[in-house]
């Protein structure tokens, strides 16, 4: 068989037909994940007056991207699944078969489509998905409020600095605390030297600028020696100041609000920097970036084969595999991402475990085929 082969009055028709079919499911899919929750806040808040008609429309479509990259793989499975469920029952694969077509080149449009696809899910969760999330941020004026801590540690990995932000706002940051630790190192703790208790500080690219100061100087006993009010101050100089400020920005975001390229960068920061539960979590959410995607192909695949069916066989067999599959991929994935935040399992071994394990099925259902 060429690797290319000649494209046929067959192939456009099973295109079609899946594509189709396909489409549908993942409308159904966003409908039935939009409806419950989604929908009945959105118009919660325009009969509340939070939103207008505009905005409205404009939340529902920017949580479209969220909800399509979990449809598409979805949506093929089903489709593919569909079609040739029915083309079993109406006998179309039994007079394929008949004038010499193999399971491989039946198969041909089917991989062909979930390539188109693979790719529409991967570019959503690169692309989309940070972009609407970022717009959904500013429709609600959503900013992180949460408290970020700051270590700076020596060559030693002690440390140096500790810096407590209450709050921040783009640059803008407010009731700030600096732990400043002295060079003398005890046998049982690093001893602080001063606290500071900023109202006010801002990130200005190569330093930190605190403003309305109380600085405390403390004695190797722990005791306040001396008290006193400072304008303003500098910390964080330079790399520093600029990763602490990448770490606190990133820290309040989910990493499907970061796109590829950021989220590598942030990878390595995290690495950089000794962080190794979240170094770890994040470097398998990225993996699960490239290998997610490449699950389309795998399903549709899977929603081929048990298409494949007997006239006389039920229909509901091979849907309830398919959603049972659909099913366990989706609710073991937490489980994965925990196992590779611990160090349990390598992150690459957590993220690239679900897509073999669709393999493993395919090969299966393959064999018991006997296509």
């Known amino acids: 068989m060429k690797l290319f082969p000649k494209i046929s009055i067959y192939d456009r ?15 159904l899919f966003t409908v039935v994940w939009i409806a419950p929750e989604m929908l009945l806040n959105t118009i919660k808040k325009t009969l509340e007056g939070q939103y207008t008609a505009k905005t409205a429309v404009l939340v529902l479509f920017y949580e479209l991207p969220k909800i399509l990259g979990k449809a598409f793989p979805v949506g ?5 699944l569909f079609t040739f469920d029915k083309l079993s029952k109406d006998s179309e694969l039994t007079i394929f078969r008949a004038v010499g077509l193999s399971f491989k080149r039946i198969l041909a449009p089917v991989l062909f489509l979930s390539l188109i696809v693979t790719w529409m899910c991967f570019f959503t969760c690169d692309k989309l998905i940070p972009l609407s999330a970022a717009k959904l941020n500013a429709i609600n004026d959503k900013h992180p409020t949460t408290q970020y801590i700051y270590t700076q540690k020596d060559e030693n990995n002690a440390p140096k600095l500790a810096v407590v932000i209450s709050g921040f706002r783009d640059e803008e940051m407010h009731n700030l605390i600096v732990l400043d630790f002295s060079k003398k190192i005890y046998s049982d703790v690093h001893q602080l030297s001063n606290i500071y208790s900023a109202e006010r500080g801002k990130y200005l690219v190569d330093r930190w600028q ?32 600029k990763n602490a400020y990448i770490l606190m920005t990133y820290s309040t975001k989910k990493e499907r609000e970061i796109n590829n390229d950021d989220l590598h960068n942030y990878i390595k920061l995290l690495k950089k920097e000794g962080l190794d539960e979240e170094y770890r979590y994040m470097l398998n959410k990225y993996l699960q970036r490239f290998f997610h995607p490449f699950v389309c192909v795998l399903l549709a695949i899977m929603g081929t084969l048990l298409g494949f069916s007997k006239p006389r066989e039920q229909r509901l067999v091979g849907f309830t595999i398919a959603i049972g599959s659909i099913f366990v991929y989706y609710i073991t994935l937490p489980f994965f991402d925990l196992l590779a935040e611990k160090g349990v399992l390598h992150p690459f071994i957590t993220a690239i475990f679900p897509p073999v394990a669709f393999l493993c099925c395919i090969i299966g259902f393959y064999k018991s085929k006997d296509l």
Do not use: H, P
């Not at 099973?14 to 189709?20: A, M």
């Not at 605190?210 to 330079?238: A, P, V």
């Open 210 to 241: 605190l403003e309305n100061i109380t600085r405390y100087e403390i004695s190797s006993d722990g005791i306040f020696t001396e008290i006193e009010n400072i304008k303003n101050m500098d910390i964080l100089q330079g790399e520093d100041a």
């Open 76 to 80: 093929l499975l089903l489709g593919s």
């Open 13 to 27: 028709y099973i295109f079609k037909q899946v594509l189709f079919a396909t489409v549908a499911a993942i409308l």
